[in-house]
């Protein structure tokens, strides 16, 4: 079988890789488990050296990592520099932090000490998503390589090429080979490598299915999971919000990466009085973004991923609107098997609907009208998802109170949802579980394990004759 890096903007297939058999990976995953063996005896000074070489690095190949994005998957190369910027910004931030986040916790109990020590576990498999090729990696890496364990990482068959790319990186700074790997194999390979005793945990980006399936194939297999999934995040506009500024936000919101993104806004739920301001508004702004060549720096947004992708999100349109959505914005592709989809904006969107229970993975807008703010927060909750969320009202202590009343692992007023090294990220329901960056991150992968210090024991008396 061959592994295809495929330019969606062109159509044409750039490079061909061979996929590595069961052989090949096997004895990959033996060098792992003994680096890894290795690996934890380090000193977290030394690992944090090569992480902030690594963060250097990266800085360095801001250009070229970006212009793999750009011809792979299709991102603009200005957004591309600023994923590979973050990913160095997310290294320097574990170098920095991790010894403090996995600092003995002492416990105050009967002994004479008892403390929390945060241990490494060894092989964590990754299993990760196109969209994001290189940050979905790092904010794994990052923690699970200066906790002390190894990686293997397991990428999206259309991005081998920045797969690659960041294997060596990570081998330029100085980690050891072994202790992180790309492996170029295919799906089918992924469940025999979670089966396998000596990979200890698994963490995987991506759709629903993928996640039942691979959870499922862990929990068999007794191993510790942690599951980034869907989403359908609310991006909910009370009456009395900054609807210019919301509306902007929105249009940003929703064209993440070309809308291929799980915290991209989907579902905008509008207080009814200013609807149509708000769409409107929302509508100008996504006509004035720029598409084009992703290699050029004026484009905005580019093609989707890969045709396919483009062909299922518009049988979802078309599908909805025969269900009674309403078109507002006309976009979508300009025929079929193509990978351009131009923004759209639908309304109307009731229970039923396709786009209304769907996650749509692409840059359609999809308008809920609320009655009020409970109204808001109950459409907000109907969904499956709960990744991430928004909240726009000109008051800051509504907005908190209102963003405890969300089902999502995080809610963000008056601003762009978005992740960062410093705050956790994960969702709750079909979203997935588990917590990936800050200090919540970095110990999803360790043992913590209790010790308890007993006194010393007592010494026998000599009895006196």
Known sequence: MAIESYNPYTGRVLRRFRAFSWAKTERILAQAHRAAAEWRT?????RARLMHRAAALLRERQDE?????????????????AEVLKCALTCDYYAEHAEQFLADEEIKTEAQRSFIAHEPIGVVLAVMPWNFPFWQVVRFAAPALMAGNVGLLKHASNVPQCALALEQVLHDAGFPPATFRTLLISSDLVGRLIEDDRVRAVTLTGSEPAGAEVAATAGRAIKKTV??????????????????????????????????????????????PIIREFIAQMKTHLLALRTGDPLEETTQFGPLARPDLADELTQQVEDSVRQGAKVELYGGQSKPGTALFRPMMLSNVKPGQRAYSEELFGPVALILEAQDADDAIRLANDSRFGLGAAIWTKSAQRGEELARRIEAGAVFVNSLVKSSPEMPFGGVKKSGYGRELSHLGIKEFVNQKSIWVGGEAPVAKKKVE
């Open 227 to 272: 599951l980034e999934l869907g989403g359908s995040d609310a991006f909910v506009v009370l009456a009395d919000a900054d609807v210019a500024l919301a509306a902007k936000t929105a249009a940003q919101a929703r064209m993440i990466n070309a809308g291929q993104s799980c915290i991209a806004a989907k579902r905008f739920i509008v207080e009814k």
């Open 42 to 46: 380090t000193s977290f000074a030394h």
């Open 65 to 81: 990592l970006a212009r793999l994005m750009a011809l792979e998957m299709g991102k603009p190369i200005a957004d591309g520099r």
